[in-house]
Nanobody
Framework: QLQLAESGGGLVQPGGSLRLSCEVSGFSPDDYAIGWFRQAPGKEREGVSCVSSHGGGAVYEDSVKDRFTIARDSARNTVTLQMNSLKSEDTGVYYC?????????????????WGQGTQVNVAS
């Protein structure tokens, strides 16, 4: 059974950092594209970053480029999202998702499996 579990959310001041983890079970994260998405209150879910399957590259939404870094840790079956220089607009519930995507990953919502989410609050 394929499962994803996010962790690492919390409250942080603007300019601070958080590291989110997505632990996967029931499959190898190398075989799937893994994406991070977020949903702010009253807004639609949006893509933040993804990493392609089988050693492919990463994609970032424009507002997080140069601030967020996605990385695989295959030995631990996790995909992390390092978030630096956080802003209030980064607040939301962050979800990881897995999808059997060919080629480069994308930030649309049509991934196959989703975690339950972890809350990130950026506030002074």
């Amino acid at each position: 059974q394929l499962q994803l579990a996010e962790s690492g959310g919390g409250l942080v001041q603007p300019g601070g950092s958080l590291r989110l983890s997505c632990e996967v079970s029931g499959f190898s994260p190398d075989d799937y594209a893994i994406g991070w998405f977020r949903q702010a209150p009253g807004k639609e879910r949006e893509g933040v970053s993804c990493v392609s399957s089988h050693g492919g590259g990463a994609v970032y939404e424009d507002s997080v480029k140069d601030r967020f870094t996605i990385a695989r840790d295959s030995a631990r079956n996790t995909v992390t999202l390092q978030m630096n220089s956080l802003k209030s607009e980064d607040t939301g519930v962050y979800y990881c998702a897995a999808g059997r995507l060919l080629g480069e990953c994308w930030l649309y919502l049509d991934y196959d499996y989703w975690g339950q989410g972890t809350q990130v609050n950026v506030a002074s």
